[in-house]
């Protein structure tokens, strides 16, 4: 079983298309086999997107998969620029099709492991970060972001109180020198850190 936290996932190809709504914006987004949660957008996701504010800045999805928590943020704040990215090729070619299917014309999506390919910096970084692959993973991203991030912009993670969120939280905390917790419900927690001025 390949993992969706992997760069060419050889998993033979199973397309879909599943519709997501979020506050009367209406999305019909294409997924395949070997992306995250290729059936449905998962509650984490959801509930990172419907706890973020709005911003005219530039946004940065880290790990988009097939772009769901993008192109929603981009359809929210039309004033916005967002830049997708994700190690997974075929989640990348997905968020392309996906900004095409549903006319985003503020979003573009690169392939990238981790920060590997972004170049611009950002008022909001929005992750639900591959928990799975482990600390080893995550957390050198956490200690990377604070370097994309403009003064006064923010990280946003979405992780399970039972994957790690206390952890997590207390890492964010000890790059950043703050954390808070802006949401939580069903076991999720959204939390946010703030790169200061």
């Not at 009367?24 to 290729?38: H, N, P």
């Not at 449905?40 to 709005?54: A, F, H, R, W």
């Not at 920060?115 to 950002?122: A, E, H």
Request: hydrophobic content about 35%; overall charge positive; some cysteine.
């Amino acid at each position: 079983m390949n993992h969706y936290y992997t760069q060419n996932p050889d998993t033979p190809h199973d397309i879909g298309t599943i519709d997501y709504e979020v506050n009367g914006i209406k999305l019909q987004l294409t997924t395949d086999s070997g992306v995250f949660s290729k059936n449905k957008v998962d509650y984490g996701s959801n509930l990172l997107i419907n706890s973020l504010p709005s911003t005219s800045g530039n946004i940065l999805d880290l790990g988009c998969g097939y772009g769901v928590i993008g192109i929603s943020l981009a359809k929210l704040n039309p004033g916005s620029s967002v830049t997708m990215v994700d190690i997974n090729e075929r989640a990348v070619d997905l968020a392309k099709k996906n900004i095409k299917l549903n006319n985003v014309t503020n979003a573009r999506v690169t392939q990238s492991n981790g920060f590997s390919n972004v170049m611009d910096k950002f008022d909001m970084i929005v992750s639900n970060p591959p928990i799975r692959t482990g600390k080893k993973v995550i957390y050198p991203l956490f200690e990377k972001s604070i370097s994309y991030l403009n003064p006064g912009g923010a990280i946003y993670i979405v992780i399970q109180k039972k994957q790690g969120a206390k952890s997590a939280f207390s890492k964010l905390e000890e790059i950043y020198g703050n954390c808070g917790v802006i949401n939580k419900s069903g076991g999720y927690w959204i939390i946010r850190s703030i790169k200061q001025p």
